[in-house]
Nanobody, 120 residues
Framework: EVQLVESGGGLVQPGGSLRLSCAASGFTFSRHAMSWVRQAPGKGLEWVSGIDSGGGSTNYADSVKGRFTISRDNAKNTLYLQMNSLKAEDTAVYYC?????????????WGQGTQVTVAS
């Protein structure tokens, strides 16, 4: 059974930083691209960032480019999202998601999400 468990969310002041983690199990982590997707209060899902299976190719939404960094440790089956210079509009539930291919394709599994709140 695929399991994706996010952690690292919380309350942070504008301009601050957080690092999210996603512990993966139940599948061969190193063979799948992964992504982070968020949902702000009252809004739809927004794709944030994606990374291929080997970690050599990354992509970002324009809204986070230059502030967020996605990475992975295939030896630890863990996906990360380093978030710097956080803004109030980054407040959302952040979900870890698995693609069905080694490259960014179709999401087929989701984590339960972790809340990030940016407020003073």
């Amino acid at each position: 059974e695929v399991q994706l468990v996010e952690s690292g969310g919380g309350l942070v002041q504008p301009g601050g930083s957080l690092r999210l983690s996603c512990a993966a199990s139940g599948f061969t982590f190193s063979r799948h691209a992964m992504s982070w997707v968020r949902q702000a209060p009252g809004k739809g899902l927004e794709w944030v960032s994606g990374i291929d299976s080997g970690g050599g190719s990354t992509n970002y939404a324009d809204s986070v480019k230059g502030r967020f960094t996605i990475s992975r440790d295939n030896a630890k089956n863990t996906l990360y999202l380093q978030m710097n210079s956080l803004k109030a509009e980054d407040t959302a539930v952040y979900y870890c998601a698995k693609y069905n291919e080694p490259f960014i394709a179709t999401i087929d599994s989701w984590g339960q999400g972790t809340q990030v709140t940016v407020a003073s």
